[in-house]
């Protein structure tokens, strides 16, 4: 069984991915990141370690594998108890495990684990698509380097004075004089029009106001308005789930049993999309609230509780 492709895809909606009985794969934001040396800047990541004593099922793995494989959740849980001794087995002779995407786990001279994380692949789902950019430092001494130009007013003041007959040489001040009689001209012209605009936009405002006066004053007769119902979205709940039925009268029997036992918040959720029928023993919205609940659970009822967060 591929279980660590399981734990990559949860590492993107999660931050805490936990394997029962052997440790628990943690997720922590890091801002991007400037390389000097290298000249890149790096997209956000999250950051993956290893903590070799959250070892406790919380029923998040379990789950994603049951519903992957179409499979009963005492199954999935099978499928992660053989995987585990496997890594267990690797470990103690001496070899390192390998997850793709996610990093490399071995025992160092004390028998401890020690993870090294992937640098090659990122699992926030923000910066999915996101590469290194080239980042190169702009050189600002090139810029002073070059030669400011001199202008020589004396010259073209001498330029400009007119010859022995009374003439000016110089052909600028034609087209200076036709460029300002250019501008005269358009300036008046946009005055006018600016004029025209004011006047159409009074005249707009008037008959609003006109038309806004007459609506107010106007009676409606709409008749019997039909009832306004709203239907508000619920707030996403973690549900503490004791069985999934594919068959619905399962369900509904062991939904009674748990009422029975005083659960009088349990309840059945709606199927999901491969038809399993989930009973819930209650549901909180706070994760650490739904985390407590599901620990008393399994210590005096259900050890094989999980937790579906819908």
């Known amino acids: 069984m591929q279980l660590t492709k399981h734990i990559s895809y949860l590492l993107y909606r999660y ?43 919380d029923g998040l793995l379990a789950n994603a594998i049951a519903v992957e494989q179409q499979t009963s959740y005492e199954q999935a849980v099978r499928l992660v108890h053989k995987e585990v001794v496997r890594w267990k087995s690797m470990l103690h002779e001496g070899k390192t495990i390998e997850l793709n995407r996610i990093g490399k786990l071995q025992f160092n001279a004390e028998q401890n684990v020690v993870f090294v994380p992937t640098k090659d692949h990122n699992h926030l789902a923000d910066s999915f698509g996101l590469y290194p950019v080239q980042a190169q430092k702009i050189d600002r001494t090139k810029l002073l380097k070059s030669t400011p130009k001199v202008i020589d007013f004396n010259n073209e003041r001498n330029q400009n004075q007119p010859d022995s007959q009374g003439t000016n040489s110089n052909p600028l001040r034609h087209v200076a004089a036709a460029a300002a009689a250019v501008v005269i001209g358009y300036a008046g012209f946009m005055a006018y029009d600016d004029y025209n605009q004011d006047q159409q936009i009074a005249q707009q405002m008037q008959l609003r106001d006109e038309a806004k006066q007459e609506v107010q004053q106007a009676v409606f007769d709409l008749g019997e308005l039909p ?8 707030e996403e709940a973690y549900h503490i789930i004791g069985g999934a039925f594919a068959v619905e009268s399962n369900a509904d029997r062991y939904l009674t049993e748990l009422q029975q036992k005083g659960f009088v918040s349990s309840q059945k959720l709606a199927p999901n999309s491969y038809g399993l029928h989930m009973v819930a023993l209650g549901s909180r919205v706070d994760r650490t609230e739904a985390i407590d609940f599901l620990r008393q659970v399994q210590r005096t009822e259900i050890a094989d509780a999980w937790m579906l967060k819908r």
Do not use: M, R, Y
């Open 15 to 57: 931050d805490c991915v936990t394997v029962p009985g052997f440790g628990a794969f943690l997720g922590t934001l890091a801002p991007a990141e400037l390389d000097t040396d290298n000249e890149t800047i790096s997209p956000p990541t999250k950051q993956i370690s290893f903590n070799a004593q959250l070892q406790s099922n």
């Open 227 to 234: 009832k306004l119902s709203i239907q508000t979205t619920p």
